[in-house]
């Protein structure tokens, strides 16, 4: 996994070299990567319940066939807790990407505690131009986070959706390789417009759950469960009755490239 380790080394070297002249100090950063963290931790655990935290990613996992020794990108890693998990529960190797420096931070020093640092790697990047060689990986992977970055969008596409974002996808994927995601996508859209738009980028699509029932069941659960004077209640109101409205769509699909 060579082409992902000179960009965090580069980049707590800029760290270094900015602390050194006092411009940041790093054990500030760090912490502000571990109070990140942990407010978004508390955001999901109060908008989701006690729900078992690997069930997602499993599912998922299974329907793309993750599987021991396989390459995953993970687009959109985050604070690197799925990829943690596709390593751990599925024997994979993984490379996180994330435009985020303080979620690339966390990521590398949380696995590093975990000891799992020679199995999941993680580095700064831009979805668009990814910092890898063609025909890379066996399989890129995204849990509902492409839809959290404006250039993930495009207007003028019915799913949403820029598909130059899924076209450096199919680039780095070996020719037998898959893309795997649960995202959001604006609606008002069907199963039928997310198979076009894929077919649009080089992919056939090989399966797909439908996840908006369940998605909005556990929304209005959550809001009920709220205190009448949380802030939180009135605004999940809102973003429910939004995406009930304009026919927003929870999908998890696997496609091949084509």
């Known amino acids: 996994m060579e082409p992902c380790d000179a960009v965090p080394r580069m980049l707590m070297a800029l760290l270094h070299v900015l602390r050194s002249k006092g411009a940041v100090d790093l054990r500030d950063f760090q912490a502000l990567a571990d109070h990140r963290y942990q407010e978004l931790v508390s955001e999901r655990e109060a908008r989701e319940g006690s729900h078992t935290p690997r069930l997602p990613t499993a599912q998922l996992a299974q329907m793309a066939g993750v599987g021991s020794g396989m390459l995953v990108l993970d687009a959109g890693c985050g604070y690197g807790g799925p990829a943690r998990e596709l390593a751990e529960d599925f024997g994979a190797r993984v490379i996180g ?97 997310l198979r076009r738009f894929l077919e649009m980028t080089s992919f056939a699509l090989v399966d797909m759950d439908d996840c908006t029932e369940t998605w909005l069941r556990c929304m209005l659960e959550s809001i009920e469960n709220l205190r009448e004077d949380d802030p939180r209640k009135q605004s999940w109101r809102v973003t429910h009755d939004e995406a009930v409205r304009g026919g927003d769509r929870l999908y998890r699909f696997v496609a091949r490239r084509s």
Request: glycine residues 8%; negative net charge; aromatic residues 12%.
């Open 97 to 193: 990407v994330d435009r985020d420096p303080l979620r690339v931070l966390y990521a590398i020093r949380q696995t590093s505690k975990q000891g799992m640092g020679d199995r999941v790697r993680f580095c700064w990047g831009d979805f668009k131009a990814l910092p890898f060689p063609d025909a890379l990986f066996d399989l890129v992977w995204s849990m509902e986070s492409l839809t959290g970055h404006d250039s993930a969008w495009r207007d003028d596409v019915p799913t949403g959706l820029d598909p130059d974002l899924f076209k450096e996808f199919a680039r780095v994927l070996k020719p037998s390789g898959r893309v795997a995601c649960q995202l959001f996508i604006r609606g008002p859209v069907d199963g039928d417009d």
